[in-house]
């Protein structure tokens, strides 16, 4: 969330704030109107608390001196009341104001592109070179099936659209990919591999900003609190909820593996052939706190790991700049790096990068115990940062469509050979 000095400090330069993000113009206003009634309650709470004070000394002395406080009594009994009244409408406020401000976006930082959706994107830079091919190349839904390793007919069968069982050279590439992203993010980048539970509370899910916003999108477990995970970035953030963190602790760096699951709500009809979106997929993901002035150097570096990935499989790509209206609903800075995909003749994204700042960290209670510029020690909010290192079906989609060949068979990349037990090709089986 942002916080609530920043938005009484800055309210009238908010919509230009977040101009091209998607909000509630309306909500925005009404948190206004209700700043400034609930100022003015609290201000009159104050002034009935003081009068009952005075009024109960009264009657105090008044009875002292055997005086009727008749008058009195009954004066402070209707101050009383104003005093409730006022409590209450302040509580009905805050509620409302709670909800106003857990819908507000993140505002972008200050060097993401202008935009109203990714037309607007960026790129950076590219890497790499698309193959060029003597045939013309298939994409995975069509090489897959024919290699006898993807088969989506069976797990229609098995739970339904949208899922997709992996036999073979495919779970065997699978499972390597995972072994190779963690070994290359722990021994290589300085992350600290954890295995997190893949089913959370709502509490986490509020945490890292998927809830109340996105529940659609969600797996509830029904007649509980929990929920399957959409991505490792909320159980691995979340365990650092509520805690004070000591300043050499900084920065943390985790990497974890869990399968994700959504429920792709608002995404309907796209990407419905193949292993692009799915509900049920594994991914890695990288997850950094920080120091705030860190943030974006952590970025940088975050955005460097998983390219790396790609590079190590020799996967063309570019890193793109998300602008403002196509960054996440808690974003502050977004890269999206995005795989060629050959059989598609088009880039994909295969990782989302992303800094946070504080927005997470305020809703998760993330502080850290530093130094202030006074010398005394104070808490103050971290921020997280995440991106996946990579989406392991995505990766496995490059992987298919950019080392075809044209007799039907698919070379497996030099990186992933050690992790394949030296398997050196895929051939239908």
């Known amino acids: 969330m ?4 920043f938005l009484r400090q800055h309210f009238d330069e908010m919509p230009h704030l977040l101009r091209g993000r998607a909000y509630d113009t309306a909500a925005l206003a009404r948190w206004g109107a209700l700043d400034a009634e609930r100022r003015r309650l609290l201000t009159e709470a104050d002034a009935l608390r003081s009068e009952k004070n005075r009024v109960s000394a009264e009657v105090g002395r ?17 101050l009383g009341r104003l005093v409730d009244e006022a409590q209450a409408r302040s509580a009905a406020i805050e509620e409302e104001f709670s909800r106003i401000e857990e819908a507000l976006p993140n505002v972008p930082h200050e060097s993401v592109p202008e935009g109203a959706d990714e037309s607007a994107n960026a790129v950076v830079r590219t890497w790499g070179t698309p193959p060029s091919f003597p045939f013309e190349p298939k994409a995975h839904w069509d090489l897959g099936p024919a290699l006898g390793i993807l088969d ?26 995972i072994a190779f992203m963690l070994d290359l993010h722990t021994r290589e980048h300085g992350y600290r591999e954890v295995l997190p539970p893949f089913i959370v509370n709502s509490a986490s899910l509020f945490g890292t900003g998927q809830l109340p916003k996105f529940e659609q999108d969600l797996f509830h477990l029904e007649g509980t609190d929990w929920y399957l ?3 490792a970035e909320v159980p691995v953030t979340n365990l650092h909820r509520d805690e004070v963190l000591p300043a050499d602790q900084l920065p943390i760096s985790y990497c974890a593996y869990t399968p994700c699951f959504r429920a792709e709500a608002g995404a309907a009809g796209k990407d419905t052939r193949g292993l692009i979106r799915q509900h049920q997929f594994d991914k890695v993901e990288l997850v950094k706190i920080t120091r705030p002035a860190d943030s974006y150097d952590a970025l940088e570096k975050l955005t460097r790991d998983a390219e790396t990935v790609l590079e190590r499989l020799e996967l063309p790509y570019r890193r793109v700049a998300l602008c403002r209206g196509d960054l996440g609903f808690a974003s ?13 003749a088009a880039y994909r994204e295969i990782s989302s990068c992303s800094n946070f700042e504080a ?5 998760a209670s993330i502080r850290a115990r530093v130094t202030g510029p006074d010398g005394k020690p104070r808490n103050e909010l971290v921020h997280t940062l995440n991106g996946s290192g990579l989406a392991v079906g995505r990766t496995l989609v ?15 990349p030099p990186a992933l050979r050690p992790y394949c037990g030296g398997l050196a090709e895929i051939r239908p089986s």
């Open 2 to 5: 942002l916080a609530r000095d």
């Open 62 to 78: 008044k009875r002292k001196a055997g005086e009727d406080a008749t008058a009195e009594q009954e004066r402070s009994k209707e």
């Open 152 to 177: 989506f007919e069976r797990a229609a069968k098995v739970t339904g659209s949208r899922f997709t069982v992996l036999s073979g050279a495919a779970s065997l590439l699978n499972r390597a990919l």
């Open 229 to 231: 995970v959409p991505t």
């Open 332 to 344: 502050a800075r977004t890269y999206d790096l995005e795989v060629w995909l050959p059989g598609q």
């Open 359 to 363: 927005f997470q960290a305020r809703r």
């Open 398 to 412: 490059a992987v298919l469509e950019n080392y075809q060949r044209a007799d039907g068979t698919v070379a497996v």
